[in-house]
């Protein structure tokens, strides 16, 4: 059975610092790796995607790579901001005998960014 | 291009009845997913439903169902509701293989009293 795990659970930096992000998982037997920011009460925004094949993909400050052999993956946030404050989740999409989508989520981090 | 909506935003219910809830995909989008989101338990992965069969599913009872229409539109009934059914029910929809980018509505909040 996958198992996703993120570290940390909750960090709290100030503004302007690079973080990184951690994420884990079980079984390599994946099609992808997502990530998503979640803000309070509301729903997922998808933020990178990196399929099984790919080392990293990048979007603004946001960079992630997937070393899918150790299962494991980071989010590179650069000089954070306030507005980057918010529940980072990462996913999984494993394969299995079915077709189709259904992720494993990991439990979050939850970031703050001080100004 | 408008993206995954979610009907209705909020929603209160006493235990024993049932709800359903409605989920409109991105256009072009055919794979439509729940997923239930509880403090508890995280986000967990209901069903998903792909030209109008449900292609995957979670390990939740059979009081969660759901199915699809023909315009890919989606919607999920959840029968005898209990109290741990409280939760942010989210919908999400891609264009149809594992590999597509998944896009989430905003979600519909629960609350069994």
């Known amino acids: 059975k996958q198992e996703v795990t993120q570290i940390p659970a909750a960090l709290s930096v100030p503004e302007g610092e690079n973080l990184v992000l951690n994420c884990s998982f079980t079984?390599?037997?994946?099609?992808?790796l997502q990530w998503f920011r979640q803000d309070p009460g509301k729903g997922l925004t998808s933020l990178l995607l990196?399929?099984?094949?790919?080392r990293e993909q990048t979007s603004g400050r946001l960079n992630a790579s997937l070393d899918k052999s150790s299962g494991r993956s980071t989010l590179y946030i650069a000089a954070s901001q306030p507005g980057d404050s918010a529940t980072y989740l990462c996913?999984?999409?494993?394969?299995?005998?079915?077709?189709?989508?259904?992720?494993?989520f990991g439990e979050g981090t939850q970031l703050t960014v001080n100004p | 291009k408008a993206g995954v909506t979610q009907t209705p935003r909020y929603l209160i219910k006493t235990r024993g009845q049932q709800v359903t809830l409605s989920c409109s995909p991105i256009?072009?989008?055919?794979?439509v997913s729940w997923y239930q989101q509880t403090p508890g338990q995280g986000l967990q992965f209901l069903f998903e439903?792909?030209?109008?069969?449900?292609?995957n599913k979670g390990n939740f009872p059979g009081r969660f169902s759901g199915r699809q229409f023909s315009n890919s539109r989606s919607e999920m009934n959840v029968s005898t509701l209990e109290l741990g059914d409280s939760a942010l029910y989210l919908c999400?929809?891609?264009?149809?293989?594992?590999?597509?980018?998944?896009?989430f509505g905003p979600g519909t909040r629960l609350t069994v009293l």
């Open positions: 999400a929809s891609s264009l149809w293989q594992a590999t597509d980018t998944q896009y």
């Open positions: 256009s072009g989008h055919r794979s």
């Open positions: 079984d390599s037997a994946i099609y992808n």
């Open positions: 996913a999984v999409s494993p394969k299995g005998e079915t077709s189709g989508s259904r992720l494993t």
């Open positions: 439903y792909f030209s109008e069969t449900q292609r």
């Open positions: 990196i399929q099984s094949s790919q």
